[in-house]
């Protein structure tokens, strides 16, 4: 039985890894943050050499954007130096690194006012970061393409799910409050259900010939929209939602006002067409009813 890794497992998107292949046939480890920092590398290296897992998936990073501008070290710290000593142990133990990384890595500089002809960034297309996560996760990014090791760097974006704090589960919780909310309508990007990440790097990693691999692959759902389109969506007979522009927010750290990402690459792997960000939240919170339904 193969042995996956699992960094990051209590995070938001590692919960959903782990409840995924908690019954899978792969033998699966999740060691706490406790256990296994990813800034040191020597328990790195350590962990590697007792357990011998064949694929890491990595969900461990520093995620709070506003706090990595002024705390860039930590950010730097776990998202490019926690990454590079999991490649370097990858290539020594000659195991499959799953990275997850982001859409921030890109400036969005491509947003004009004529949005519907701008073409989602693609693997190939230049990086640019303009903040210090972003700038961090490149890096990660980078130190992985030169460790030598076989790895899928799994840029995904605004992610969401039923559970954990996110865009998702903090507008409904205002909403159920009768709080009034208000969305940017000028940033642009694909929202992304954990379930949906989850289930098309676990059909990519099935669909391997084998695991010598170094690709960079956009885990994203089709189509775009802004902030303010996702919430709609989310909560369409809500009257008390309005919409703003970026700059009527203060923030420390700058966003790319387009990030969406092409996910041609994706569908070639898997054979098949990808489905748009609307019917996977559709899917996503109809899932939730139906287990509500359930433990009525
Ligand atoms: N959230 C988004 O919208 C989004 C968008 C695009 C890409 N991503 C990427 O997706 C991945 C998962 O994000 P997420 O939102 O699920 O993250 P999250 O909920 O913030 O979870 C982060 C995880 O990392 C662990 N961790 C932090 N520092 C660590 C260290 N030094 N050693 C070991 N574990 C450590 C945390 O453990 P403790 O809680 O125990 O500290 C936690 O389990 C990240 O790579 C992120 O960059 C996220």
Redesign the pocket.
């Known amino acids: 039985m193969n042995t996956i890794l699992l960094?990051?497992?209590?995070?938001?998107?590692?919960?959903?890894f782990k409840s995924y292949l908690n019954d899978s046939q792969y033998n699966l480890l999740t060691?706490?943050?406790?256990a296994?920092?990813?800034?040191?590398k020597t328990i790195v290296h350590n962990y590697f050499q007792q357990h011998k897992p064949i694929i890491i998936i990595?969900?461990?990073?520093?995620?709070?954007v506003e706090h990595a501008e002024n705390d860039y070290q930590s950010a730097h710290?776990?998202?490019h130096l926690?990454a590079k000593h999991i490649a370097n142990a990858c290539a020594i133990y000659n195991a499959l690194y799953i990275?997850?990384?982001?859409?921030?890595v890109f400036d969005g500089a491509k947003y004009t006012l004529s949005l519907p002809s701008v073409n989602p960034y693609n693997e190939a297309e230049q990086t640019n970061p303009i903040n210090q996560?972003g700038l961090s996760?490149l890096k990660g990014e980078q130190a992985i393409q030169q460790s030598g090791c076989s790895f899928i760097i799994a840029?995904?974006?605004?992610?969401?799910s039923m559970h954990?704090v996110?865009?998702l589960t903090k507008i409904q919780k205002k909403a159920q409050n009768n709080e009034p909310i208000r969305i940017v309508n000028d940033q642009f990007g694909t929202p992304?259900s954990?379930n949906f990440?989850v289930e098309h790097i676990l059909e990519l990693l099935e669909k391997l010939p084998n695991y010598n691999i170094k690709e960079i692959i956009h885990i994203t759902s089709s189509n775009s929209c802004s902030w303010y389109d996702f919430a709609k969506k989310i909560l369409p007979n809500y009257s008390k939602i309005s919409d703003c522009s970026t700059s009527d927010f203060k923030t420390k750290a700058v966003r790319p006002l387009y990030s969406a990402m092409d996910n041609t690459k994706l569908s070639s792997y898997l054979c098949r067409n990808i489905i748009s960000w609307e019917h996977d939240l559709e899917n996503t919170t109809s899932k939730k009813m139906n287990t509500d339904v359930i433990e009525a």
């Open positions: 960094i990051g497992a209590s995070g938001m998107l590692g919960s959903h060691p706490t943050h406790k296994l920092n990813i800034t040191n990595n969900c461990a990073a520093y995620t709070n710290k776990i998202n926690g990275h997850i990384s982001t859409d921030y996560y996760k840029r995904t974006s605004w992610l969401y954990h996110n865009f992304n954990c990440v």
